[in-house]
């Protein structure tokens, strides 16, 4: 049971590049979630999918795009890469999303660097 | 909206002595309280959450948070802090009908021998 994995766990872009971030889980949770941390910033949420086939806007999107590909994988997606977006980027889960305060697992994080 | 202050940066602390994180929320509707641990290097991982019931709330590893519903306040404590402390601290913030975390600003503990 690896819990939630990312990859990869570095990377390095030029301005206007694109990647595209990869997240799995594997304990059939329903709700997923893209966060960024920056320092003295917490973590801010960028998209979630609270079940399969469905995604969501968080607070800080612009820039950004996702794919809840199927129930296990939750990608993101930066078409055109800028120095702003240079910060740690953390997948989670929760077995679902609405109320009843269900717990976050957090993957290990990408560590993304915008030259 | 809900928002999340966590009112120190960074708490410097010796080993075996006691710490005290702060965390003050807002928000007109319930919520539920949640601390995060990250360690170096690391994701996120769960200390504890209040829900309802007993404010006193006990998590792992020695840690304890009291809810104050007046004081909008949700304080982490530990009384004997150990080296392998160091990490930052997180505390988050859900609405009761909601579904997305907001999350502190965070609070650096530096444990010293």
């Known amino acids: 049971n690896a819990g939630v994995t990312q990859t990869p766990k570095f990377q390095v872009l030029k301005t206007g590049q694109s990647m595209t971030l990869q997240c799995a889980q594997d304990m059939n949770h329903n709700s997923m979630y893209w966060y960024r941390q920056d320092p003295g910033m917490g973590l801010r949420l960028i998209y979630y999918s609270a079940s399969e086939g469905t995604t969501d806007k968080g607070e800080v999107p612009n820039g950004y795009n996702v794919s809840r590909l199927n129930k296990r994988e939750f990608s993101l997606r930066l078409e055109s890469a800028a120095p702003s977006q240079t910060s740690v980027y953390f997948c989670a889960s929760s077995e679902r999303g609405q109320g009843a305060a269900n717990e976050q697992f957090f993957g290990p994080g990408t560590r993304l660097t915008v030259l | 909206a809900q928002s999340v202050t966590q009112l120190d940066s960074q708490v410097p602390v010796f080993e075996e002595a006691p710490v005290e994180l702060r965390c003050n929320y807002s928000?007109?509707?319930?919520?539920?309280l949640f601390w995060y641990v990250q360690y170096p290097n690391q994701g996120l991982q769960l200390l504890l959450k209040?829900?309802?019931?007993?404010?006193l709330v006990k998590g792992i590893n020695g840690f304890e948070a009291e809810f104050n519903k007046s004081q909008t306040s949700f304080h982490l404590r530990k009384p004997s802090v150990h080296i392998s402390d160091t990490a930052e601290y997180f505390c988050a913030v859900i609405l009761a009908a909601g579904n997305k975390l907001t999350f502190g600003g965070g609070t650096r503990v530096l444990v010293k021998p």
């Open positions: 928000s007109s509707v319930s919520v539920y």
């Open positions: 209040y829900l309802s019931g007993s404010t």
